[in-house]
């Protein structure tokens, strides 16, 4: 079994087999920067994750797969209790699902077949049986599966350095006065560093969080109270404008 406990020694890149599934319970874990010479496929079984990347962020619910390509610098945050499975996959040995970060919709039946890799032994023998016919489904799952815009670029310039990404971000007035920026200069930092205007960039973060939210059984009144909208309609109007369906929609057929 590939199930870890927490203090459990485990380096990816020493296992022998091209492909390694995990399977572990965390909480309050903050990985750190870190990198692997393997990709990681990585999916919140229950709770949601904060994945870091070099100059962006994403929220992991368990409606979603992660895509962290090999050797690409890296930081898992948990705040409360999250059970995950990852799975690494050598590239000298494996195609890669794609070329670059991204965020996919967990698909009923690659939710299914990711379950029985990520508790396969380390051991495996991936080339043929019934194991080779799981990695070739899985792949196949992947290269269909729906790309979400789930990762949210993030500026580098130190005057936003103190912008807290944890908490919902300012009107653009308010974080002018914050950092001591015009608001005509804040604009012109996000949309060189982020090709977003600010405004675009915070209700991309709002919709980030609305999933995250909605995904751990918040109703639609909570969440839009987290999000600071005045009605549960004007949340629901938001949500439809960013994604075409309701919160409702949107999330039951995740499921």
Known sequence: MAWLAPSDPFDVDQIAQPVAGIASRLVQHDSGWHS??????????????RITLPGAISILPP??????????PHRVCIRSEVEYRS??????????????????????????????????PFDTDWSQGAE???LAVCMDELATA???????????????????LEELPPELEVLSQRVGASARTITRIFRRETRMSYQGWRQS??????????????????????????SDSAFIAFFRQMTGETPKRYIDKEK
């Open 146 to 164: 729906r790309h979400e815009p789930m990762l949210l670029p993030v500026p580098s310039d130190p005057r936003l350095a103190r912008l807290d």
């Open 87 to 120: 799975i690494y996959l050598d590239p000298a040995r494996v195609v890669m699902p794609f070329a670059e970060p991204a965020i996919v919709t967990m698909l009923p039946l690659l939710r299914e077949v990711f379950e029985r890799i990520s508790f396969q």
């Open 205 to 230: 973060w709002r919709l980030l969080r609305a999933v995250d939210l909605l995904a751990a059984g918040l109703s639609v009144t909570r969440s839009a109270s987290e999000l600071g909208f005045a």
């Open 132 to 134: 080779r016919n799981l």
């Open 36 to 49: 692997h010479g393997r990709g990681q496929l990585l999916f919140a079984f229950a709770g949601s994750i």
């Open 63 to 72: 409606i979603r797969v992660a895509w962290i390509p090999p050797c690409i």
